[in-house]
C-alpha cells in the first residue's frame, strides 16, 4: 500500500492489480484505475521481491526468462516503481548476450468506484474504455479517469483494455515506460512523480532527527514522519489549514478526534499541524440552541464487547481547548491562541452545561454510561481550559477548577474497586450505577493529565497510591503482551486478541501509557512497555500500523497483524515519536520562558538524541547520556533551562 493523500494504491505483492478486492488506484475516496496487469513476452514475470521504499512508494521486481535454451537463469528483469500519486514506472533491464525484441502489454480498466463501496465487497462491472490520446480513458456520471503512457503505445485497443508496446534491449540495455493515472481525463506529462503529487507542498513538521544509541531509533522516526506527512489533508475551503486523516485505507478522510490526538502527540515538531487542526475544527463546531452547541462533531466508535459505541465528538470536544492550551505552552503565538479562544470557551461551555450540577460526563448523551476514560479526557479539558481562559482574562476558571476537584473526589470514591490484588479503576459506571469492572488499555488515560505552566502536570484523578497500583496492573502479564498493552486483559471471557477493543494492541494506548507512567515516576513500566514497542516497529519495519493481535510475545516471533487496521495511521505514527519525546521528558511552558526536562532516568535506550525540535518557534535540540542526565544543545535566545 502506498500513501500521499488524496492518492491510494494497493496491490497484492507481485505489483499487479488485478480488480481483485480493494486492489487499485483510488483518488479522493474514488478508484480511478482497479486492473493493471503487465505481461512481457506474452508473460507475467515471476515476482521476486516488493518493497515499501517510502510511504507513497513501492518496487516491485520481477524476472523473465526471454531467450530459448539458456537454462533456468533468467535474463530479464522487470522493474515496476510505483507512486501513491498515480504515477508507475516499468522498465525491462535485459542480461541476454544477444538484442532483444519484446512485446510488452498493460491490461488496464476500472469500475470507477467508491472506496467506501469496494470496502464493503460491492462488486461494480468495469466501464468500457476509449482511445484518448497515448492511452485509455473511462467515463461515466460518476466520474471519469485515464491512464496515459510515455513513450505512446504502439498500439491501443480499447475494446480489451490494452495497451502494446515493442521494447528493443541491446545486450545490457534497458527499456522504460511511464504510465499515468489521473481523474478527469486531465493528465497531463509533468516532470516525474512529484508534478502532481497529494502530499502537501507545505510541511507543518520540523526537520528534526533522531539518533542514538539504538539503531532502532533513528529508523522509527523517520518513517513515522514519512507517514505522517503521507496523510496530510488540506482543509478545503482554507487550503493553508493543514491537519491528519485518520489512516489508509479505511479512513482517508477527517476523523476529528484523531487528527487531535496526533496533532497533540506532534508538538514537538512544532505548532502548525496543531494550528491547522484546530481552525479546521473549529468550523465544524455547531452552535445556535440545543444540547449540542459548542460540540466538535464526530462519528460513533465500537467501545469493545462491555461497553455501547462511545462519541467521537465527546472526545474531540473535551480535546480541543486541551491542544490549544498545550500548543501555547510550546509556542503558539497569543495571535493565533486568541484567535481560537473562543472555540476552546464554547467547548468547556458545553462540558459544564452538559454536566449541570452533578459530577460526571455521561457518554453517549443523554443517559448513557459514565466512562472512566470520559471522566479523564473531561477532567484534563476542566484544567487545562482554566488555565488557558486565565491566561486571557477570560471567566469560567474558577468554577471549572472547582468542578475538577469535585470530580476528583467523586471518580476516587466511586471508580476505585477494591480487591485482594490491590484493587482496579472501573472502566466505567453503567446507567444504574452500576460498575463495569473489566480492566483495559483505556485506563491509560487515567495516566495523561496534561501540561501547565512551569512544566508541571496538572493533577490526576488518580492518587499517587492508586496510580502505582495501575502501573503495576498495566506492566502485569494480562494486560502487557511483550509488543504493548492489549486493549483488554486475557483473564476477561470477552478477551480475543484480535479485538480491537477487546484484546488487540492499539499504538496509541501504549504510547500514552509510556508517556503517563514516565510522567507519573513509574518508569520501570514505561521503560518494558517502550521496549515492547519498538521491538513490535521493527517487526514492522517501523510503519507502526494502528493496532496488531495481542498474542504472548515469544522468543523468535513476531506480532500478527490485524486485518482491518490502517497503515500509515495518523495516531500511531504519532505514537511512534512520542514514545522517543518521552525518553527527553520536554516541558515546555513558552509564556514564561521556560522549558524544564524530566528526562527517564533509566535510560531503557541507551543514549538519545533528538535535534531540529521546535520549542518558541526556534530549534530545540537535546540528548539524554547513558546515565540519564538531560542536556539542551540548542534552544531559543532567552528560554530559561531547568531539570
Known amino acids: 500500500m502506498c500513501v500521499s493523500l488524496p492518492g491510494l494504491v494497493i496491490s497484492a505483492e507481485d505489483g499487479q492489480l488485478t480488480g481483485r478486492g480493494m486492489e487499485g488506484f483510488y483518488r479522493a475516496g474514488r478508484r480511478l484505475l482497479s486492473r493493471c496487469q503487465v505481461r512481457v513476452a506474452g508473460r507475467e514475470p515471476l515476482a521476486v521481491q516488493a518493497r515499501t521504499v517510502g510511504a507513497d512508494r513501492a518496487r516491485f521486481v520481477g524476472t523473465v526468462r526471454a531467450s530459448p535454451g539458456t537454462g533456468p537463469d533468467p535474463d530479464v528483469l522487470v522493474e515496476r516503481v510505483r507512486h501513491a500519486d498515480g504515477t508507475e514506472r516499468i522498465t525491462l533491464r535485459s542480461f541476454a548476450a544477444r538484442p532483444l525484441r519484446l512485446p510488452v502489454e498493460a491490461a488496464l480498466g476500472t469500475d470507477l468506484a467508491e472506496l467506501a463501496a469496494v470496502a464493503t465487497g460491492a462488486k461494480a462491472p468495469e466501464v468500457p474504455a476509449d482511445v484518448h490520446a497515448a492511452g485509455l480513458r473511462w467515463s461515466t456520471a460518476r466520474g471519469a479517469s485515464a491512464v496515459t503512457a510515455d513513450p505512446p503505445p504502439s498500439d491501443a485497443l480499447a475494446s480489451a483494455g490494452l495497451l502494446r508496446w515493442e521494447a528493443k534491449l541491446p545486450p545490457g540495455g534497458t527499456w ?204 484534563r479539558a476542566a484544567l487545562l481550559g482554566a488555565d488557558l481562559l486565565d491566561a486571557y482574562d477570560r471567566p469560567a476558571g474558577t468554577e471549572l477548577r472547582q468542578w475538577a476537584q469535585t470530580l476528583r473526589t467523586a471518580f476516587r470514591e466511586q471508580f476505585w474497586i477494591e480487591d485482594r490484588a490491590g484493587g482496579r479503576p472501573a472502566a466505567a459506571r453503567a446507567p444504574d450505577g452500576r460498575p463495569v469492572t473489566h480492566l483495559g488499555a483505556h485506563s491509560v488515560h487515567l495516566l495523561d493529565t496534561g501540561l501547565l505552566g512551569s512544566g508541571a502536570s496538572a493533577p490526576g484523578l488518580l492518587d499517587t497510591v492508586r496510580a502505582g497500583q495501575l502501573a503495576r496492573l498495566l506492566g502485569g502479564p494480562a494486560m502487557y503482551s511483550g509488543w504493548g498493552l492489549r486493549a483488554l486483559e486475557t483473564r476477561d471471557a470477552a478477551y480475543n486478541p484480535f479485538g480491537h477493543r477487546g484484546g488487540a494492541v492499539r499504538v496509541q494506548e501504549t504510547a500514552v501509557a509510556v508517556a503517563g507512567l514516565a510522567a507519573a515516576g513509574f518508569e520501570k513500566e514505561a521503560s518494558s512497555l517502550l521496549r515492547g514497542a519498538l521491538a513490535a516497529a521493527e517487526m514492522f519495519a517501523y510503519r507502526l500500523p494502528e493496532m496488531y493481535a495481542g498474542e504472548q510475545r515469544t522468543e523468535g516471533g513476531a506480532p500478527l497483524p490485524h486485518p482491518a487496521a490502517c497503515r500509515p495511521a495518523a495516531t500511531a505514527a504519532a505514537a511512534g515519536l512520542l514514545l522517543l519525546t518521552t525518553l527527553a521528558g520536554i516541558r515546555p511552558d513558552v509564556p514564561a520562558g521556560k522549558v524544564t526536562l524530566h528526562p527517564v532516568r533509566g535510560t531503557p535506550l541507551g543514549e538519545i538524541e533528538l535535534t531540529g525540535l521546535r520549542v518558541a518557534g526556534a530549534p530545540f535540540s537535546v540528548r539524554v547520556g547513558r546515565l540519564g542526565l538531560a542536556m539542551v544543545e540548542e534552544a531559543a535566545e532567552g528560554l530559561q533551562l531547568g531539570a
Open 176 to 379: 522504460t515506460v511511464e504510465l499515468r493515472v489521473r481523474p478527469n481525463g486531465t493528465g497531463t506529462h509533468g516532470r516525474g512523480p512529484d508534478a502532481t503529487s497529494g502530499r502537501a507542498a507545505v510541511n507543518p513538521f520540523a526537520p528534526a532527527r533522531a539518533s542514538g544509541d539504538d539503531p532502532r531509533v533513528a529508523h522509527l522516526w523517520r518513517t513515522c514522519l514519512e507517514d505522517l506527512r503521507a496523510l496530510l489533508l488540506r482543509d478545503p475551503g482554507h487550503p493553508t489549514d493543514l491537519y491528519l486523516a485518520g489512516g489508509a485505507p479505511w479512513r482517508c478522510g477527517p476523523a476529528p478526534a484523531e487528527a487531535l490526538v496526533a496533532a497533540r502527540m506532534t508538538l514537538p515538531l512544532g505548532t502548525d499541524l496543531a494550528l491547522g487542526t484546530l481552525r479546521a475544527l473549529a468550523r465544524t463546531q455547531l452552535t445556535g440552541p440545543g444540547p449540542r452547541s459548542g460540540m466538535i462533531p464526530g462519528p460513533r466508535r465500537d467501545a469493545g464487547p462491555r461497553l455501547p459505541p462511545g462519541c467521537t465528538a465527546t472526545e474531540a470536544t473535551l480535546l480541543f481547548p486541551v491542544l490549544l492550551a498545550e500548543a501555547r505552552r510550546w509556542g503558539l503565538p497569543d495571535r493565533r491562541t486568541q484567535e481560537l479562544l473562543p472555540t476552546a470557551e464554547r467547548c468547556l461551555r458545553w462540558l459544564r452545561g452538559t454536566v449541570g450540577d452533578g459530577e460526571f460526563l455521561a457518554d453517549p448523551l443523554p443517559g448513557g454510561p459514565v466512562r472512566a476514560e470520559t471522566q479523564a479526557h473531561a477532567h
